[in-house]
């Protein structure tokens, strides 16, 4: 069945540093990948969408790299701040453009100042 | 951009009981609306895709029975959680689409149900 993983239940950074984030999958070949912030009590909400021809996105910054044949995505922040604290999901689509997603269990990111 | 927004947000409820949550996407019509459970320290998990005008579709294990879902009108869906249960206590958590999809799913902010 389909699988993604993101190893890490949680990372611990100081303020400064870059925040690297592995989602891996298995049994599966999507056409793009997303990557979500949840924080405590709260929904998540979307970051950056890779799709699987692109190698690298970047929004700020985020970086977000895809590996179609490791069927590896990297999710990097850079210069990482204490308001960057969260838990990051990332999120395979199942099915056409209007299906559900699939979530990993997320990294919770802890910065401290 | 695209806003949906959850009601309540949190709410209490006496074992036996059942409890409406409320869906809406405010400045889009949705096509399509999901509820996800996601219990503590886990994935969010789907529990039914709800298309309007139509019968939900319910994932393995979940049963349609003790979770309803309308979705009546392109705005609004609703989950009750009928004769609810201890174990039913969680963080549901709901996601709208519609036609002219972005990039990314909108998710509403979330409601927790505590059931005593």
């Known amino acids: 069945s389909q699988k993604i993983e993101q190893n890490s239940e949680a990372l611990n950074i100081q303020e400064g540093k870059t925040a690297t984030l592995t989602c891996n999958y298995t049994n599966y070949s999507p056409a793009y990948l997303q990557w979500y912030r949840q924080d405590p009590g709260r929904g998540p909400v979307f970051l950056l969408l890779i799709r699987e021809n692109e190698k690298e996105k970047r929004k700020e910054r985020l970086k977000v790299t895809f590996d179609t044949t490791l069927k590896q995505s990297l999710f990097h922040i850079t210069a990482s701040q204490p308001a960057d604290s969260a838990t990051y999901l990332c999120a395979l689509l199942n099915g056409g453009s209007q299906g559900n997603l699939i979530f990993g269990k997320g990294t919770k990111l802890s910065v401290k100042p | 951009g695209a806003v949906v927004s959850q009601h309540p947000s949190w709410v209490i409820c006496k074992s036996g009981t059942s409890v409406k949550i409320e869906c809406r996407s405010l400045?889009?019509?949705?096509?399509?609306m999901f509820w996800y459970r996601q219990f503590p320290k886990q994935s969010l998990m789907l529990m039914a895709t709800s298309n309007e005008g139509s019968k939900a579709t319910y994932e393995q294990g979940v049963e349609k029975d003790k979770f309803l879902i309308n979705h009546a009108s392109l705005t609004l869906s609703t989950l009750t959680v009928t004769s609810a249960h201890p174990e039913d206590s969680s963080f549901y958590i709901c996601?709208?689409?519609?036609?002219?999809?972005?990039?990314?799913?909108?998710f509403g902010s979330g409601t927790r149900l505590t059931v005593v």
């Open positions: 996601s709208a689409i519609g036609l002219w999809q972005g990039d990314g799913y909108t």
């Open positions: 400045d889009f019509q949705a096509t399509t």
